[in-house]
């Protein structure tokens, strides 16, 4: 691979709203239900490492 940091930079932003869009979610379920419950650390999305990015798929159109 060629110089793969901007499609690394997009990776980490797309998961980075992942991880905001379950915590987001975990804290709605926390103040709408009594029976709400925190999973534990281990399984909780934190961050990119807790992703495997299986391939990359690069469609590029040679206009910079």
Known sequence: ???MAHYTRLLERAVDAI???Y???L???LQSSRSARIPVLEDQVQDIEDFELVT???IH???D
Do not use: F, P
């Open 27 to 29: 804290g709605a379920a």
């Open 23 to 25: 915590r987001r979610r």
């Open 56 to 58: 990359w798929l690069v």
């Open 61 to 63: 159109d040679g206009k």
């Open 19 to 21: 991880v905001a869009g």
């Open 1 to 3: 691979g060629q110089a």
